[in-house]
């Protein structure tokens, strides 16, 4: 008998942690079951550090020039990946190079985000012409190649950190007007919303209290999946002298100019995109582990 | 299915209105053109003269007007650096990117359905697990960057290739390497669950059963049936090889019709930028038709809807 209480207590004990497992719980749990979650996750927070503390931690100021120490190659002189041809030290440019790298890859889904779900809500709860007006718009856009949108928009309306983030927000928010729409269509259908709308709830309510949230899922999933689309597009369009204009250092541009040097100083086109790689790899592993665990409908699609 | 088609054929023609309409707005909202042609002291009836000359004083709806209905019979205007016909500048770069874009598609279908086969039929083995790595890794990978280390390697270090140009089949070896392998993951993965959702079927289970041979299982049975979704998902696919190429003719100088846009945009030649937008969304607009027209044909419940 006197060993039963301690383990009853034991058993109610780890009933009650059960019970008070927080969600961030949860979510570490599930992360640590997927290796390309983990990495994921692993590489989305270095990047984000790297964001937040990049200029406590370059090893040199990555806007300093200094001629006479041009195009050193890695491992010299204490420049870990070697400098460029003004004599900039690439590991700190690349450091710097990914705070840009995340406010454009954020900034655009959230915009993209925003325009997108407001415009698929309209057509997807309100049906009617102005469905068929909105969506016929998405096919329209959908049907000329993103990367080019960007490009054109871009170039006309001229190059820098928040021109660059408008492009890619006029070239993204008709995926998620997609998504969202299609996401209400179905949901209109639920029963908790058809018995709301029996019950007299009005539409506004309706909107706020039973779409709204359940469209979280949907949009935090593909955010983080287009999040790596944007990074790379404007890498692209940083590289055709677009985009982030230098002395900003951003991947994009970077390449942009060691592009010159191809033929000399191999490690100036080498480690910029080795670390667009990397983001890029990091954020899509992320987003389809999230997907997976949050939409295990979706799963292996 | 006609109404399907005549629907459709309809929205070809929005889209490159469409297309045309905003890039001109977006262009005129910009900025007056003749202050990239005059120095910037240029006295004031110089530039008056200069805008008479081009009609950029009269009204922007005028303009519009003017633009489209010269558009609609081919007219965009004189290129503003090289005074020839814009379109037919952009038509004679055309023959360059369809030859890119049409060897890079070959090239990647003959890696990737193979690739993509493996991987189904070989599902949750290694093959399978190196397959969809595969095409992971590849959606990080920007082509822009794989093709400088293409230069980097073949060109400058093994001086084997030309890091750029065009004209010989050599020059075309590196940008059609960047182009498929652009495509190669998307491809393979469409291929890898087109194949899953055959190779579940019965039919396939009783061939198994009865002692079908391996490859004849999967060449005569299962690829056989799931070429058409492969076929369509691929048409579907081909605007972003289009955006591929622009970026990788872009790299390699190759004299396409990507790389006159991107150089255009650089000088502000605004009549060829109008002339190559029409070009690609037409383009586009067309493959995108003809996919929707076949997937329609192979799969009767769109055309109900």
Redesign the interface.
Known sequence: MASSLPQGEQALGSVLKSKQKTKIGEFFSNLSRSWTGMLGFGIIMLLLFLSIFGPWITPYDPMHAEFSKGLLPPLTDGHLLGTDHLGRDIFSRIIMGARVSVIIGIATACIAGVIGTIVGIIAGYFRGWIDIVLMRLVDVQLSFPFIVLVLVINAIIGAGLRNIIISLAIGGWVIFARVIRSEVLALREKEFITSSIATGVSRLQILVKHILPNLFTPIIILASLQIGTYIIAEASISFLGFGVQPPTPAWGNMLNEGRDYIFSSWWLVTFPGIAIVITALGVNLFGDWLRDTLDPELKGE | MLDFVIKRFL?VI??VF??LTV?FF??RL?GDPTTLFLPPDAPREQIEEYRELLGYNRPLYVQYGDFMYNAIQGDFGESLRSQEDALGIVLDRLPATFQLAITSLILALFIAIPLGVLSAYKRNTVFDRIGVGLT??G???????LG??L??LF??QLQLLP?GGGGTPVHMILPTLTLAAYSVARFTRFTR?AMLDVLQKDYIRTAKASGVPTMRLIMRYALRNSLIPIITLVALDL??L???A??TE?VFSWPGVGRL??QS??NRDFPI?LAG?FI??LI??II?FVADILYAYVNPQIRVK
């Open positions: 929205q929005v889209v469409l297309a890039v977006l262009i910009a992971v890794v959606q990080a990978v920007p082509s822009f960057w400088l280390i230069i980097f060109a400058a890091s669950s605007g972003v289009l955006g591929g622009v970026i872009a846009l991107w945009l650089m930028v937008v690609i969304a586009y607009a995108n």
